[in-house]
């Protein structure tokens, strides 16, 4: 039922609306519960007796009312109208007051440093780099200087141009280590600066060369339970991780970890962050259960802290599916895809390419469940947004349509098969060189429909067309060439020439003497073949 209060309220909204098709309104609507009306809950009062327009029942909230948000989701009847779910909170809310604290640390300074600070961290990129250029033309002190230098780094660096990041970065850090002593906190926050952008350009040689600087100091000048210090060890983990040293990764994360669970409030934003990377190093290292364990710690706080429709929390989600897919557990999978997918549903545009990569995967799922027509379904829909949203030979609209063609390939649906598979290939063989392994698997996939539907001659074609790049890219011992000679000597045989298919299948049963043993059964396979075909050629 909509309340007066709301009508009115509404009124506003459309008023504003209607004057520009530009604009957004956000309509926020607040419950308060009566437990939370304490001596210590931020009063409110009803004005309606003192407002010059007592007809319209307002509100009064004092300015540091503190509220939480609930939901976040766009209205059914009008598209630019948002609804806000808000709820009152009771200001000695432990957990709130420790997260608000440390939130205050990180955008501690005076005056307009603080602004500066603060426009960067909500995101306002230009307002950032505004002020600290005018901080900077009125600046005299070196110290001043470097700092403003490096708050512009960090807005650089969020606008994603990493070389002028550098610069100012070091222009920071050349002041501090002739001014500062060598142990100085600033000087190992340059350090660390410096190592993530090298990081961001995978230069990992020079990344992990100024963590080291920067957790040296660290080491030295903080306590040993100090977030700096987590926050430095988690560094150099996701360092190591992209250089693919998943055991030194965990060494440090472990390190993080131990420091913010003593540290920060149990909700805190970086904790999740850690559990989540932990989780993900787990998972690559094939430890699906502690994997686990971590994704759901992280969630667990992202559940607490965010909106029920943040995309971070589908993120949180979709990590969570991810793993139970690569653990084979596919129920499972689908069900916190189909949370992230709720969630997404909420917060993200319909052409969003997040959404192409949510349907391929939900898709298959469904295929390694067998449910083939529910996987033609959510693959169906992906490629309707790669379309709009990727140029038109882009590869991973290729992909998607190999995804289709496996799928009718599953069903024994070899014509469509086919007819996927060549809208894959001629894409491939405009975005990709002739000789990319890419286009040898397609032209093998192209081979295998043929085949299955008798046209032996057209196989033939794209089996050697497969054949040749693998040839000419791969070692002559490499197991997909002796795949390809294997499936060349089985149209062969379907053919009825027995010759033919004895020498690709010898040439195949020599690679694989290479690499196995004689007790292998893919040996004593082809080599009974091979015997046959031979005795009936």
């Not at 956000?26 to 009803?46: C, D, E, G, N, Q």
């Not at 030295?220 to 339970?225: D, G, K, R, V």
């Amino acid at each position: 039922m909509e309340l007066k209060e709301q009508r009115v309220a509404l009124g506003f909204a459309n008023d504003v609306l209607g004057k520009s098709p530009t604009v957004l309104a956000v309509l926020f609507i607040v419950t308060i519960h009566p437990s939370k009306i304490t001596r210590t809950t931020t009063p409110y009062a009803m004005i309606n007796d003192y407002s010059a327009f007592p007809i319209e029942e307002e509100i009064l909230f004092t300015m540091h009312t503190v509220f939480r948000v609930r939901d976040i989701k766009q209205t059914t009847t009008n598209d630019r109208l948002w609804e806000v779910q808000l709820t009152l909170t009771d200001d000695s809310d432990p957990q709130l007051a420790n997260l608000t604290n440390c939130i205050k640390k990180e955008i501690d300074g005076t005056g307009w440093h603080s602004m500066a600070t603060l426009m960067y961290k909500v995101g306002d990129f230009t307002r950032a780099e505004e002020l600290y250029n005018e901080l900077l033309s009125n600046s005299t002190d070196d110290i001043d200087k470097a700092n403003i230098y490096h708050g512009l780094g960090l807005v650089y660096k969020s606008m994603g141009n990493y070389l002028k990041t550098l610069e100012f970065y070091e222009k920071a850090m050349k002041i501090r280590e002739i001014i500062l002593p060598p142990n100085h906190k600033s000087l190992a926050i340059s350090y660390n600066d410096i190592a993530v952008v090298y990081e961001i350009m995978s230069q990992y040689e020079k990344a992990l060369e100024f963590y080291k600087k920067s957790n040296k100091i660290v080491q030295e000048i903080l306590p040993p339970n100090d977030p700096d210090l987590a926050s430095s060890y988690n560094n150099i983990a996701l360092l190591y991780g992209n250089m693919g040293d998943y055991s030194k990764a965990l060494e440090f994360y472990e390190k993080a970890v131990e420091i913010e669970e003593i540290s920060l409030p149990p909700n805190h934003p970086d904790l999740a962050g850690t559990f989540n990377n932990i989780g993900h190093t787990h998972n690559k290292m094939g430890n699906y259960s502690k994997a686990l364990e971590f994704f759901g710690k992280s969630n667990k706080i992202a559940q607490q802290t965010l909106p029920a429709n943040h995309p971070n929390l589908a993120t949180s989600y979709n990590n969570i599916a991810m793993l139970y897919y690569d653990m084979g557990h596919y129920s499972k999978a689908l069900e916190f895809f189909e949370k992230s997918n709720k969630i997404a549903q909420q917060s993200l545009p319909a052409n969003d390419t997040h959404w192409a990569m949510l349907y391929n995967r939900i898709g298959e799922t469904h295929s390694k469940m067998g449910n083939y027509v529910k996987a033609l379904e959510f693959f169906e829909k992906s490629i309707e947004i790669e379309e709009i949203s990727l140029p038109p030979n882009h590869p991973g609209l290729a992909i998607s349509y190999d995804k289709i063609a496996a799928t009718y390939c599953s069903m024994d649906k070899y014509s469509k098969a086919l007819e996927f598979y060549e809208k894959s290939v001629k894409m491939k063989e405009i975005a990709l060189p002739p000789n990319h392994p890419n286009l040898a698997a397609s032209y093998n996939n192209i081979g295998l429909m043929c085949k299955s539907m008798n046209n032996y001659s057209k196989a033939l074609e794209f089996y050697e067309k497969s054949m040749k790049i693998i040839e000419t890219t791969m070692p002559s011992n490499h197991p997909d060439l002796a795949t390809s000679y294997s499936n060349i000597g089985g149209v062969y045989f379907a053919k009825g020439d027995h010759k033919k298919a004895a020498e690709y299948l010898d040439q195949a049963l020599t690679i694989h003497k290479m690499s196995l043993p004689a007790s292998h059964p893919i040996i004593q396979r082809m080599t009974q073949s091979v015997k046959q075909l031979k005795e009936m050629g």
